[in-house]
């Protein structure tokens, strides 16, 4: 099951040794209480917080934006994802460019060996980059 919203920010701030007080003076906050209602799940972390919120916490706003929807409004994110096109991040957008120039821009079927292959290397990778 993925992460929930307010899971990611308990677990990013101690990471990272963010205190309440300066997530909330970011966001624009007087109060930190409100840090701590939303890192207890009662409250919704506001969407047009997603931004200072991601750049605090050094993550892409779009999977965080991404991440938020799912949890929130998954049928409304599934409406603008069909209308707009699926929200990507800058890794994400970076994994495309390799793949276009892997595929000198030949678009080939992913047959689903190249899907298992694929995932195989990406799975690797987050490997080597937690260590």
């Keep these: 099951?993925?992460?929930?919203?307010?899971?990611?920010i308990v677990e990013r701030q101690a990471?990272?040794?963010?205190?309440?007080?300066d997530l909330a003076e970011v966001a624009g906050y007087h109060n930190q209480n409100v840090i701590t209602m939303i890192r207890r799940g009662k409250t919704k972390?506001?969407?047009?917080?997603?931004?200072?919120?991601?750049?605090v916490l050094r993550v892409d706003s779009a999977w965080l934006f991404r991440l938020?929807?799912?949890?929130?409004?998954?049928?409304?994110?599934k409406v603008i994802e069909q209308c707009c096109g699926p929200m990507?991040?800058?890794n994400?957008?970076?994994m495309l460019e390799v793949w276009r120039y892997s595929?000198?821009?030949c678009d080939p079927e992913i047959s689903n060996d190249m899907r298992m292959g694929i995932a195989s290397?990406?799975?690797l990778a987050r490997c080597s980059v937690s260590e």
């Excluded at 099951?1 to 990611?8: G, L, T, W």
């Excluded at 990471?15 to 309440?20: R, T």
């Excluded at 972390?45 to 750049?55: G, H, I, S, Y």
């Excluded at 938020?68 to 994110?77: G, I, N, Q, R």
């Design 1 to 8: 099951m993925a992460m929930s919203v307010s899971e990611f």
């Design 45 to 55: 972390l506001p969407l047009d917080k997603v931004e200072p919120f991601a750049r």
């Design 68 to 77: 938020a929807m799912s949890e929130y409004m998954p049928e409304t994110l």
């Design 88 to 90: 990507t991040t800058n």
């Design 15 to 21: 990471e990272l040794g963010i205190a309440n007080r």
């Design 92 to 94: 994400e957008r970076c």
């Design 121 to 123: 290397l990406v799975r």
């Design 103 to 105: 595929t000198d821009g």
